[in-house]
C-alpha cells in the first residue's frame, strides 16, 4: 500500500525539484500541470523523516496564498492537497483556530494570507510554499479569485455572489490593485537583513499565461477542449493590452488640454480603439460614449463622464416646478411617432479575440416588419456578445426615447441639470426621464428630458461563440516585379519605379528594403495589398497602337487577383491598363482590353484591346510569347523611394512579409537599376519626306507628350520639356550616317549633305525629343527608298 504514496515513482519530470543549490522553484504550467501535487509533494518531503516520528529537514513551513480560505481549499485539503497527498501512518492534525497543519513528528506548517503581510514578519521558517495570485474574467471575480468555471472539474464554481457573466474589466482592476499595493514601499518595506523588499513583485507570477498561441486558443476547439473556459478564465492572453475605458477618457481629454475632469464614474473595458486622424476631442470621444452608453456634463467648470445606469438623481414633486407660458400645463408631454423609427439596427465593428476582422451584429424590434436599417460603424474591437449589447441597447434607448417632457424647475432645483435622470410621479409622466437639454431663463430653469427604462442599462450576458480564425501558414516568398513605366496619371514622381507583389498565401503586407550596398537595409516601401498578376497562355502578336486591336483573343490564367470587363466609356477613358512583360525593369508594354470572359477556373480571354499605350510601342514585340507576365496597373503598384540621384545605380532590395525581419528566410534579394521611364519624351508621330527639284529631301513630324495631353481644346499638346529639341540620325543600315540636333519638328537634308554623306540607296531617318533630364527619348523610324 506504499506504493501510491511514492511520489518519486508517479512524478512528472517538471514535478520534481531541480538539483543543485537553489533558493527559489517555480513550476509554470497549465491547469492539470500537476503544480498542486508538486508543491504539496514537495513540503512533505522537507518536513517527514523516513518513519512517521522522525524529524526531517523543515521544522517550520509557511503555506503563503491570496487568501486563507484558498490555502485550505486548495493547498491543504484539495484533490491534490497536502491533506490528500499523506499516507495513514502519517495522518495530519488541521488547527483551525490557529490556521495550522501539525504532522507526527512535530513539524508544522503555518497558513497565511496575502492580505495580511504583516503576519510574515515574526515567525520563522525552514521553507515556504506560496501560490500564484490571479483573478477570473468573471462578475464579482475579486470576491474569491481562486474560483473558476470548468465543466470538467469538481471543483468548478463562480465567486460569492457572481452573476457568472464575463467581465474583464474586474479582472484588470485585480491586477492593478494588487500592483499597486506591492509596488508602495509603505507596503513593502526593504529588509535590513537582506537589502531587498519584502516581497520581489518583479518577479511575481500572475495566474494564468498559455503557451498556446493565442487567439488560436481559446478558438480551436478540436484541437482543446477547455476553450470554452477562456471566456470566464484566469487567462491573461490576449487581455493584458486592454484599457480601462477611464483611462482612455483621460487620455484623450489630457491631449486636448482639458485639466478640470472627473473620469471617476466611468466604468468599461476597452480592448481596441482606433483613432486614425487628427481630430477634436469631442469627435474622438463620441464612438466610445455611443459603445458604452455615458455622458459628458459639465457642471461648475468641472466636465464629468457618467454612466447611464437608470437610477433616478432626483424625485420630483409637481408642487415644485414652476408654470412657464411657453409649456401646456406644469409638465408638457409629447409622444414621437413609431413610424419614423428604425426597427432594426446595425453595428460593424472590428472582431475580437480573432483576426480583427469587420464583422456586424444587427437588432430587431419583435413587431418589425420594416426593412429599414439604421446602420453605424466603430473603430471598436468587440466581442460578438459585446456588439450585440451594445446594439439591442441602442435599440431599446430609441424606442423608449420617443416619450419627452418640458418642464420648468425654480431656482431652488438648479442642481438638477442635464445627464440627471429625473422620477416623475403618476399625475406628471409616471416614469424616469434623462434631462437632455437646459435653458437657463430669468427665474427658472426651463428642461427637456427623454424617457429611459432602467432594464436598458442592465448588462445582459448573451453568451461567447468561438470567432473564426483562419488557419495559420507558415509566411512564403512574396514574388516582386519591378516595373520602370512612364507617368499613367502625372500624379506620379517622374524617375521612380514601381514594384508589384504577389504571394500564395499573401501575409497582410509586404515590406521593401533597399540600400546601395548588400548590408544595411533600410525599409522603403510597405506594400499592403498584393497586385493581380497572371501569365499568358496564347501568344500575343503585335498590332498597330492607338487602334482597336481585334485580333486573336488573348487567354490569361491569372496567378492572384482577377479580370473584369468595363464598358466603352471607361475603356476609353483608362480602365483595365496592364503591363505585359518578360519580368525585366524595363521594356514592359501597356495595353487596355474591354472584354475579359471567364473561360476557365482563374482564366481569362481578354479581347478589344489598345495597345502600346503612354509611348510604350517602342517595347512592343512582333510576338509576346506564351508565358508573359501580365501586371494590372489598378493603383496597387506602388512607386519606390529612390531619389533622382540614383536613376542609372544598381541598388541592392530585398522583400518579404511584413512582420518578419529583413533577414528572414522567406526574403528574396533583387539587385537593379532603374532609367526613369516617366523622364523618357514619347516618340514623335506623322513623319513626313518630300524632296524639291534641286534634290534637297524636307522631313517634318508632330511631336507628342507624356504631360497633359489629354484635352483636345488647345491648337497644340504642351510641350512637357524645358525646351523643344530633337535629335536626327541618318542611318544606312547600322552605320550613322549624319546626326544632328534641331529645335523644331523639321529638318532638311541638302543635296551637298547627302553627297558628302555619301548616300547610295535606301536609308533611314530616326527622330527622338530630347529631356534634359533624361536625352534622347523614344526613336521615331522613317524608311526612304
Avoid at 299 to 328: C, H, I, K, N, S
Avoid at 530 to 550: F, H, M, N, S, Y
Avoid at 632 to 653: F, K, N, W
Wanted: charged letters at 25%; hydrophobic letters at 40%.
Amino acid at each position: 500500500m506504499a506504493l501510491p504514496y511514492l511520489f518519486e515513482f508517479w512524478a512528472l519530470e517538471h514535478q520534481v525539484p531541480p538539483e543543485g543549490d537553489w533558493t527559489n522553484w517555480i513550476v509554470m504550467g497549465g491547469r492539470g500541470a500537476g503544480k498542486t501535487r508538486a508543491g504539496a509533494e514537495w513540503v512533505r518531503a522537507q518536513i517527514e523523516g523516513d518513519r512517521p516520528m522522525q524529524a526531517g529537514r523543515c521544522r517550520r513551513m509557511a503555506l503563503v496564498g491570496e487568501t486563507v480560505d484558498q490555502v485550505r481549499e486548495v493547498m491543504i485539503f484539495g484533490e491534490s492537497g497536502i491533506m490528500a497527498c499523506s499516507p495513514p501512518d502519517r495522518r495530519l492534525d488541521w488547527q483551525a483556530s490557529r490556521k495550522r497543519l501539525v504532522w507526527p513528528n512535530g513539524a508544522t506548517a503555518q497558513v497565511f494570507s496575502a492580505h495580511d503581510p504583516e503576519g510574515l514578519r515574526g515567525p520563522q521558517f525552514d521553507g515556504a510554499w506560496a501560490d500564484e495570485y490571479g483573478c477570473a474574467a468573471v462578475d464579482k471575480g475579486t470576491n474569491q479569485p481562486n474560483k473558476f468555471l470548468d465543466a470538467k472539474s469538481s471543483e468548478s464554481s463562480l465567486p460569492r455572489h457572481s452573476t457568472g457573466r464575463r467581465d474583464e474589466l474586474i479582472q484588470l482592476q485585480y491586477l492593478r490593485a494588487m500592483a499597486g499595493y506591492w509596488t508602495d514601499p509603505a507596503n513593502n518595506p526593504v529588509s535590513e537583513e537582506y537589502d531587498g523588499p519584502m516581497l520581489d513583485w518583479d518577479h511575481s507570477c500572475a495566474w494564468a499565461w498559455d503557451a498556446r498561441p493565442y487567439p488560436f486558443f481559446p478558438n480551436n476547439r478540436a484541437l482543446w477542449g477547455d476553450g470554452e473556459n477562456y471566456a470566464r478564465g484566469h487567462w491573461l492572453n490576449g487581455r493584458v493590452s486592454g484599457r480601462t475605458l477611464a483611462s482612455v477618457v483621460d487620455e484623450v481629454t489630457a491631449r486636448a488640454g482639458l485639466v478640470h475632469t472627473d473620469t471617476g464614474g466611468l466604468h468599461g473595458y476597452l480592448r481596441g480603439y482606433l483613432v486614425d486622424q487628427v481630430e477634436e476631442a469631442r469627435g474622438a470621444l463620441q464612438p466610445l460614449m455611443l459603445r458604452y452608453g455615458f455622458d459628458a456634463i459639465e457642471r461648475d467648470g468641472l466636465l464629468q463622464f457618467r454612466m447611464r445606469d437608470g437610477r433616478a438623481d432626483a424625485v420630483l414633486d409637481p408642487d415644485w416646478l414652476v408654470r412657464d407660458a411657453e409649456l401646456d400645463g406644469v409638465i408638457e408631454q409629447t409622444r414621437g411617432s413609431e413610424v419614423e423609427q428604425a426597427g432594426r439596427v446595425r453595428l460593424r465593428f472590428i472582431e475580437a479575440d480573432a483576426d480583427f476582422a469587420v464583422i456586424a451584429e444587427e437588432a430587431i424590434l419583435p413587431d418589425d416588419s420594416t426593412h429599414a436599417v439604421a446602420t453605424s460603424e466603430m473603430p471598436l474591437a468587440m466581442t460578438r456578445a459585446e456588439g450585440r449589447e451594445t446594439v439591442e441597447r441602442w435599440l431599446s434607448e430609441a424606442r423608449v426615447s420617443t416619450d419627452t417632457v418640458r418642464l420648468a424647475l425654480p431656482l431652488s432645483r438648479l442642481g438638477t441639470g442635464a445627464g440627471d435622470v429625473i422620477a416623475l410621479p403618476e399625475e406628471g409622466g409616471q416614469g424616469l426621464y434623462r434631462i437632455d437639454r437646459v435653458e437657463q431663463m430669468a427665474q427658472t430653469q426651463r428642461a427637456e428630458a427623454v424617457r429611459i427604462e432602467p432594464e436598458t442599462y442592465r448588462p445582459v450576458d448573451f453568451g461567447d461563440e468561438p470567432a473564426q480564425v483562419r488557419a495559420f501558414t507558415a509566411p512564403g516568398p512574396v514574388t516582386p516585379l519591378f516595373l520602370d513605366l512612364p507617368l499613367m496619371t502625372g500624379e506620379e514622381v517622374p524617375h521612380a519605379p514601381h514594384i508589384a507583389v504577389t504571394a500564395d498565401p499573401w501575409p497582410g503586407a509586404a515590406a521593401l528594403y533597399a540600400s546601395d550596398v548588400d548590408a544595411d537595409y533600410a525599409l522603403n516601401r510597405l506594400l499592403n495589398q498584393p497586385t493581380p498578376v497572371g501569365l499568358t497562355e496564347t501568344p500575343l502578336i503585335a498590332a498597330c497602337p492607338a487602334r482597336i486591336d481585334k485580333g486573336e483573343g488573348l487567354l490569361v490564367r491569372m496567378v492572384g487577383g482577377e479580370l473584369q470587363s468595363v464598358g466603352d466609356a471607361a475603356f476609353l477613358s483608362g480602365a483595365n491598363l496592364c503591363a505585359i512583360g518578360d519580368g525585366t525593369p524595363d521594356g514592359w508594354e501597356l495595353f487596355q482590353f474591354r472584354d475579359a470572359d471567364l473561360v476557365g477556373e482563374e482564366t481569362y480571354l481578354l479581347n478589344h484591346r489598345l495597345r502600346g499605350q503612354l509611348g510604350t510601342e517602342g517595347a512592343m514585340r512582333k510576338v509576346w510569347p506564351a508565358g508573359s507576365i501580365i501586371v494590372r496597373l489598378d493603383g496597387s503598384p506602388v512607386q519606390i523611394d529612390m531619389p533622382e540621384a540614383r536613376r542609372g545605380l544598381a541598388r541592392h532590395y530585398r522583400i518579404g512579409p511584413a512582420d518578419r525581419p529583413v533577414d528572414d528566410p522567406s526574403y528574396q534579394g533583387a539587385v537593379a537599376a532603374f532609367d526613369g521611364i516617366g523622364l523618357r519624351p514619347y516618340a514623335p508621330v506623322h513623319l513626313r519626306h518630300g524632296m524639291d527639284a534641286g534634290g534637297d529631301r524636307h522631313f517634318g513630324w508632330i511631336r507628342r507628350t507624356r504631360i497633359g495631353g489629354d484635352r483636345w481644346d488647345t491648337p497644340e499638346v504642351p510641350l512637357g520639356e524645358e525646351r523643344e529639341a530633337y535629335v536626327l540620325r541618318v542611318m544606312q543600315g547600322p552605320q550613322v550616317l549624319r546626326e544632328v540636333t534641331v529645335g523644331a519638328p523639321e529638318w532638311t537634308y541638302t543635296a551637298a549633305a547627302q553627297a558628302q554623306d555619301g548616300i547610295t540607296g535606301p536609308f533611314t531617318v530616326q527622330v527622338a525629343q530630347v529631356s534634359a533630364l533624361y536625352g534622347a527619348g523614344a526613336v521615331a523610324t522613317l524608311g526612304i527608298g
